[in-house]
DNA sequence: GTCTATAGAATGATAGAC
DNA sequence: GTCTATCATTCTATAGAC
């Protein structure tokens, strides 16, 4: 299953001589392709894969369904798209964990981004939940390679910390559990915790709030020295 | 949408006049149902509402298709029926958070009660995941209710140990969320917790070392006094 | 490049024989 | 109480006019 999807980055075929009818045909299907892009997360991250249905997400697109399905040829190719594109955003922002900050300040930042994106990104946090809980039917071959790797190097760094006495001997691999788990649980629980907010989505404040707290029982959770993040 | 629907707990009715008929028939159906209910709640944790089809829990089961529609009239009522019982179970679980315990034990015992619960309904916690996600739609009234009531009184009890200064300062309300979070993560995102443990379940002691973790940071992070949780 | 109309397949639910 | 056969609906995807 990890193979035998090729990737479609540009059909807009290299062989096309008209330059200038292209770029400008480049330029209406890069817009197209965009819109459908962006009713699609919404969409899916709704109803999941098999609750969205392309009319819906024509609709949101703004365009009718046979249009959208001459953009992306089958629904899959679109979902497989979406997938991609969240995967990226969350490896982006995993570099900031490197080996040269301490432990405060690599935490505090790897829990600020993350926090980020599930403000920003709660449609993808959401995706990518649904994708796990099923299985993880179209990433299983990401969870294997890249995000296996990368949460490798980080357990080595965090049990650096902890040989070094910067932080106390807890399991690495389960404090990154915990950092994934209550960063995306702002995303993927968002509608849970807008109704007991009264039904409101929580202000920038309350974020802000939210934030410091997940970082404060965290970093003190694990005695790292030198605290101090307001 | 909270008081319309009336579950039918037996609808065996009290006018058959055969005792012994009705017993033996009462005793084949709850078996059937119970089968049904079982198969449901797999295939709905890995395909959604709208992924599972009514066959593949026909399937699971080992009743023919009609047999199902026989027991249970539509999907939406059977998917109910699993909504109500996981929400029947977290709720039992959350009674053990009693006022009257410190927040060492309160918490330890909260913490422990919902790993249970994650490793012994992993797919209750799924689809309660789900539900939310999709905007609540069956379970709305619940969660402006019940989980409302809940949290809020949960809140109040945290804040009273704040007050006390037996804990430090936190936002109870967050507080609450990271234990939700971090509890359901092990249930929701099995399946990359697996992968990332080499494609195999937590073993017993795994999931120990888990549940140690999660005890040792949250209580450490809010400074609970009397850390004694081996 | 856009859109109407529709083909082809899958699904929820039911009828009716046993 | 069980099960085969089938209806009615919905959905993905495509054909073909503009």
């Known amino acids: 299953m990890s193979g035998n999807e090729t990737i479609q980055k ?14 400008l045909k480049a330029g209406i299907r890069q817009k197209k392709e ?5 009713a699609a997360e919404k969409v899916f991250s709704e109803f999941g894969y098999h609750g969205a ?16 399905h001459y953009y992306f040829p089958t629904k899959l190719v679109l979902y497989r798209r979406i997938i991609d594109q969240i995967f990226s955003i969350w490896l982006d922002a ?23 994106i599930s403000r920003s990104h709660p449609h993808g946090s959401r995706i990518w939940a649904n994708e796990i809980m ?38 690495p691999r389960h404090l990154l559990y915990m950092i994934w788990s209550v960063t995306q649980h702002y995303a993927d629980f968002a509608h849970q ?18 934030c410091e707290n997940v970082k404060k029982i965290i970093l003190a959770g694990i005695g790292a020295k030198g605290v101090d993040i307001k």
Chains 1, 2 share one sequence.
Do not use: C, H
Not at 10 to 23: F, R
Not at 34 to 38: R, T
Not at 94 to 108: G, M
Not at 135 to 156: C, F, H, K, V
């Open 10 to 23: 540009s059909t807009i075929s290299s062989t096309e001589p008209d330059i200038q009818s292209n770029s």
């Open 134 to 171: 099923q299985g993880a039917p179209i990433i299983q071959d990401y969870l294997e390679t890249t995000l296996r790797e990368w949460t490798n190097s980080r357990i080595a760094i965090i049990q650096g910390w902890i040989d070094r006495g910067l932080i106390d001997p807890v399991d």
């Open 34 to 38: 965009l819109q459908i892009l962006e």
């Open 53 to 68: 249905t392309t009319q819906m997400i024509a609709d949101g697109a703004g365009v009718p369904k046979a249009n959208l």
């Open 94 to 116: 995993a570099q900031s964990f490197d080996e040269n900050s301490d432990p405060v300040q690599a935490l505090s930042s790897y829990i600020d981004k993350k926090m980020q």
């Open 193 to 210: 915790i807008d109704t007991l907010n009264g039904g409101k989505p929580l202000s920038t404040s309350q974020w802000g709030n939210a």
